[in-house]
Nanobody
Framework: VQLQASGGGLVQAGGSLRLSCAASGRTFSSYAMGWFRQAPGKEREFVAG????????KYADSVKGRFTISRDNAKNTVYLQMDSLKREDTAVYYCVADQVVVTSTPPYWGQGTQVTVSS
């Protein structure tokens, strides 16, 4: 599966952004999907994951209650709605796909989209 992320940009703290990830391939609906991020000078970290049925979802503690992951299997797209953004959310965000659940080493990665949160 090939993944194309979009929707990143510059936003003020407290604002919102929605990331999208379009996937190619007819088997999109069978993959668990998710998002990772990597901030400058930090290791890549898990942000959110969603199963192929849309339930369950999982979030990193740092984004729980502020970010929402969803998917539209008819459009082969997964979304990450990011609200109440903080400066520490600044990172390159990567869309990922995995077989059953989003693990720490997903086999499929998109190219990344930059999110910058200013104060």
């Amino acid at each position: 599966v090939q993944l194309q992320a979009s929707g990143g940009g510059l936003v003020q703290a407290g604002g919102s952004l929605r990331l999208s990830c379009a996937a190619s391939g007819r088997t999109f609906s069978s993959y668990a999907m998710g998002w990772f991020r990597q901030a400058p000078g930090k290791e890549r970290e898990f942000v959110a994951g969603i199963s192929w049925t849309s339930v369950p979802t999982k979030y990193a503690d740092s984004v729980k209650g502020r970010f929402t992951i969803s998917r539209d299997n008819a459009k082969n797209t997964v979304y990450l709605q990011m609200d109440s953004l903080k400066r520490e959310d600044t990172a390159v965000y990567y869309c990922v796909a995995d077989q059953v659940v989003v693990t720490s080493t997903p086999p499929y990665w998109g190219q990344g989209t930059q999110v910058t949160v200013s104060s």
